[in-house]
Each structure stands twice: as structure tokens, then as C-alpha cells.
């Protein structure tokens, strides 16, 4: 290493440190590590240069910051149907603190309240499990993220994602809402495999070796400078609520033909079967629709007409083939009835 | 060699020149370093109180103050006097108040006024050097130092 001589002429110096590899984390220098200085001073007497003199080692530890972030992850509710299985809320936790610490993860169904994302929580969910991404998608995936009770040996600036998993009671109504909390809360690491015991802040008097002091923010529900961090995500339900309505017209009469034509016999007549799903909730999909042709009436072969649309609540003459006629009954398969739209089955059958 | 200064709790920066201790010692001039770490308190009355206390709780971020008091106990002046002190690797440069002096942020190759270093990019580019990037603090002293004149130098600097 050389130095640059000074405008005035000054010999080298011989203290300088050599930079040694230290990982620069944002969470900040690892704890226990010394911070230890040195000056050092080169002069001349008489013109002539003189030894350079170091100063005395001033050296301290850089004590364990304990700080930690759980938070929701999508800013958006989880939408869910009643009965659902295996309901996941996604959540981040992020070691900030300048060690590596175990975290204790706790999960918590509120009880009424706003819930993260709005509306008022009116129900739980049920078997709540915390999951670990354990393969890193921050997709829940069944029988392959593990359950977990504790974070282990999670590094400093490390980030772990959390999965809530629940279960949706049936019978719930569209727009019911459950708030989940996730609570983690620092533990000492070190030892891998086991949860480490709570984590102590020094308190009175320092000391010079390693302290420990709680520097994490006041999470939804718990404290600032207490080792844990909290936060709140929530499901809400949306479910299809479906109302089902039948019209007939009068399409010909053998008489009056398209022309105003009369239900007399031998007339055929348009049946049409509405399917509204109410705004506001889900899709339904795979709705079926049977109906019995009426006494006294023939079904028309090949007349049924699926998925048609509906305009100010009068039948469209669209909708394409399908369906099924058997043992004096029409039936046919909806594929999907979008929330607050209505589709159709349309089927006709002539006056015997 | 090896010299200690007391240790005010709350080392004034506006006090006197503390005596640096008269060593005997081979050498003719002595220099010691001691850091501080800044706390900023508010009592009840909302007024805040900054105060500079040994550095036993120390953490990311926290405020410290480098110190260094250097004393000419030889007979003669020196001159050429130049007073180095490598920034330790935890500690971001935080400036200093100083008057001559000059920094490196290449591990004291070369030195200058922060605002006219640069630093080389991964992709051969540079940018200008930022004071956390301040590898070396040095002061180089235009006068030479009577013999018995002590003085005090002080940087900042802040726990990464």
C-alpha cells in the first residue's frame, strides 16, 4: 500500500489498516463484532522524519439490535367460498435485527373489529396452521411448505414468507369477513434445530460485552421494544347467490303462423329459463338447469339453446345448442354465471 | 505505548484541551483515541438533551464521536505532522469540523476533499464518493507543533 506524498512533504504511514471482508448489511453491523480505532501520527524533527507513533486501541463491542417486520403481503383481502379448504393469508417476517435470532410465530383469529382490509371480521376460520414457503414460490402449496411454530436460525436481513391456512365454514354469505394475525416474536439463536429461549433486554447497567436492546416498532397488536411485530390480513367471502325465473312466449300458432300468434293447439311455445347470479359475490360455475316439459305439451327436438343472454329481463334469442332431453324432463349445463350477470336455457315445446 | 485519559461521562467538546497524559516514553509525540457514542435524550420537559457517553450499548446506527488528542512532548517542534486514523470497518464516515483535512476512500492510496474523490464503479464508471465510502480520515498540519502544545482532533462517524 502506498502513500501519496503530502504538499508538505510527509513521510509514509505506517498504520494503515488493511480492509478486511466485511458483509455490509442494512440491518447493520453483526453483533458482538468490536469496532476498534487507531490513529496514528508521522512527524519530523529537525527536518528529519521521525518514526510514526500509534495511539493507544480504543475498543467496544457492537451490541444485539433486536428488530423484526411481519407484514401482510398483496394489500388485498384473500377472497374465499364457503367451505373452502386450505384458505391462505401470505405474510413476510423479516430479521432486521444485526444477529441471527429464532422467531416463535403465534397466529390469532380476531373477534369483530376492522378487519386489514376493511369490513367488519364476523367470523373465524377454522384448524388455522402457520406454513413456511418452504420451496421459496410464495405460493401455498399443500403437503409441500412444512407447518412451523418457530422460525429457526433466521440470518440478519434475512426474510422468511408465512403462510395462515384455514378452513371456510359453509354457509357463509358473500361478503363476511375473517381478520387473522400473525405474531413473531424474536428468540435467542445460535442453535439450530430447537427454538431459543426468550430473548432478555440489558437492563441497568451495561456492560462492555454484548447487550441486548429491543429496537422493533409497535405491530397491530403489540408494543414498540418488545421483541415481537404483528400484523392482520383477512378472507372474505364470496359466494354465488343464484335466482332462478321462467317466462313462455307464444313463438307460432298452425293458424297465425309468427303473426300474433294464439296458444291454441299446435302452437309452440318458447320456455326460457333465467339464472341470475347477484352482484357483488362469485362466479358460479357448472350451473345446472333442469325443468319439466309441461303436461300436455311435446318437447321440441334439439331446441334447447344453453348460455343465452338476457336484455332488460327479456329473453335473447340466443345461446348455443345443447342440453339434453330425457323421460319428459329438459336439462342442460351452464358453464359459467358471472357475478351479477344472468344466462338462459332457453327450450321449446308445442300445445298438444 | 500505551497512555489513558479520564473519561468524562459527558466529555463537553467545548471544553479545555484535556492534558494528555506526560508519558515517558521513547517517543516524542503521543496521540490517543477514544470514541464516544452521541445520545440525544428528551427529559420531561421536551427539551433534548445530547450527551457523549462511554460506548457500552452500542447498535446499528448509533451516533459516534472520534476523538483524538495529540501532544508534542519533545524539546524540538515537529513538523511534517500528520495524524492518520484508518475509519474502522463498521463505522460510516460522518464528517468532521476540522480544518485540514483530507480523506481516502481507496484504503489511503489517495486523499483529497471528499467532494473531489470518486469511486470506481463495478461496470468501469465512476461516481462521486460518498462519505460513507470514506475509507481514512488524515489531518496534515500546515505549522509545525511546538514543543509541548497538545491539541484535539475530532470526526464523526456512525455504526453500520
Excluded at chain 1, 411485530?229 to 307460432?252: E, I, M
Excluded at chain 1, 339434453?324 to 344472468?342: E, K, P, Q, R
Excluded at chain 2, 516514553?25 to 470514541?35: E, H, K, M, R, T
Aim: with cysteine.
Amino acid at each position: 500500500m502506498t502513500i501519496k506524498k503530502l504538499h508538505m512533504g510527509s513521510c509514509g504511514i505506517v498504520a494503515l489498516a488493511v480492509a478486511s471482508a466485511t458483509p455490509a448489511f442494512a440491518s447493520g453491523t453483526t453483533a458482538g463484532s468490536s469496532i476498534t480505532n487507531t490513529a496514528s501520527i508521522s512527524y519530523s524533527v529537525g527536518g528529519v522524519s521521525q518514526p510514526s507513533v500509534n495511539s493507544n486501541t480504543d475498543s467496544f463491542v457492537v451490541d444485539r439490535k433486536v428488530n423484526l417486520t411481519v407484514a401482510e403481503v398483496g394489500s388485498a383481502t384473500t377472497v374465499v367460498a364457503p367451505g373452502q379448504t386450505g384458505a391462505y393469508t401470505t405474510f413476510t417476517l423479516q430479521n432486521t435485527s444485526n444477529a441471527v435470532l429464532d422467531f416463535a410465530l403465534t397466529s390469532a383469529q380476531t373477534a369483530g373489529g376492522t378487519a386489514a382490509h376493511g369490513g367488519t371480521d364476523n367470523f373465524d376460520v377454522t384448524g388455522v396452521t402457520i406454513y413456511s414457503d418452504t420451496n421459496s414460490n410464495g405460493v401455498y402449496d399443500a403437503g409441500t411448505d412444512t407447518a412451523v411454530t418457530y422460525i429457526d436460525e433466521l440470518a440478519a436481513d434475512a426474510t422468511v414468507t408465512l403462510f395462515v391456512v384455514g378452513n371456510v365454514p359453509s354457509g357463509r354469505a358473500t361478503g363476511d369477513v375473517s381478520n387473522v394475525r400473525l405474531t413473531a416474536t424474536g428468540r435467542e439463536g445460535g442453535t439450530g434445530g430447537s427454538m431459543g429461549a426468550a430473548l432478555v433486554q440489558t437492563t441497568g447497567a451495561n456492560t462492555a460485552a454484548m447487550d441486548t436492546v429491543f429496537a422493533d416498532g409497535a405491530g397491530v397488536s403489540d408494543a414498540a421494544r418488545d421483541a415481537a411485530h404483528s400484523d392482520d390480513d383477512d378472507y372474505t367471502v364470496a359466494t354465488a347467490t343464484l335466482t332462478v325465473s321462467k317466462s313462455s312466449s307464444v313463438v307460432s300458432d298452425p293458424i297465425n303462423s309468427t303473426t300474433n300468434p294464439k296458444a291454441i293447439p299446435g302452437a309452440v311455445i318458447s320456455y326460457c329459463i333465467q339464472v341470475a347470479n347477484a352482484s357483488g359475490g362469485a362466479a358460479a360455475t357448472s350451473v345446472s338447469v333442469s325443468d319439466i316439459v309441461p303436461a300436455n305439451m311435446t318437447y321440441v327436438a334439439s331446441s334447447i339453446r344453453l348460455n343465452g343472454t338476457v336484455t332488460g329481463g327479456v329473453c335473447n334469442a340466443d345461446g348455443v345448442a345443447g342440453g339434453s332431453f330425457s323421460s319428459g324432463t329438459v336439462s342442460g349445463t351452464i358453464a359459467t354465471v358471472a357475478a351479477g350477470d344472468t344466462r338462459t336455457l332457453v327450450f321449446q315445446a308445442t300445445i298438444n | 505505548m500505551k497512555r489513558m485519559i479520564s473519561i468524562a461521562f459527558a466529555l463537553s467538546l467545548a471544553s479545555a484541551l484535556p492534558g494528555v497524559a506526560q508519558a515517558q516514553s521513547a517517543n516524542a509525540v503521543a496521540i490517543d483515541s477514544n470514541v464516544m457514542v452521541e445520545r440525544t435524550t428528551t427529559d420531561t420537559a421536551g427539551r433534548s438533551q445530547t450527551m457523549l457517553e462511554e460506548p457500552r450499548v452500542v447498535v446499528p446506527g448509533d451516533k459516534l464521536v472520534f476523538v483524538l488528542n495529540y501532544r508534542n512532548n519533545g524539546v524540538r517542534p515537529a513538523t511534517d505532522f500528520v495524524v492518520t486514523n484508518p475509519l474502522p470497518q463498521a463505522v460510516a464516515f460522518d464528517g468532521t469540523s476540522d480544518a485540514d483535512t483530507s480523506v481516502s476512500v481507496d484504503g489511503g492510496r489517495n486523499w483529497g476533499q471528499l467532494a473531489t474523490l470518486t469511486i470506481r464503479n463495478a461496470d468501469g464508471t465512476n461516481r462521486p464518493a460518498r462519505a460513507e465510502d470514506v475509507t481514512h480520515i488524515r489531518w496534515a498540519f500546515q505549522q509545525p507543533i511546538p514543543a509541548g502544545r497538545a491539541g484535539r482532533l475530532m470526526f464523526r462517524g456512525v455504526v453500520r
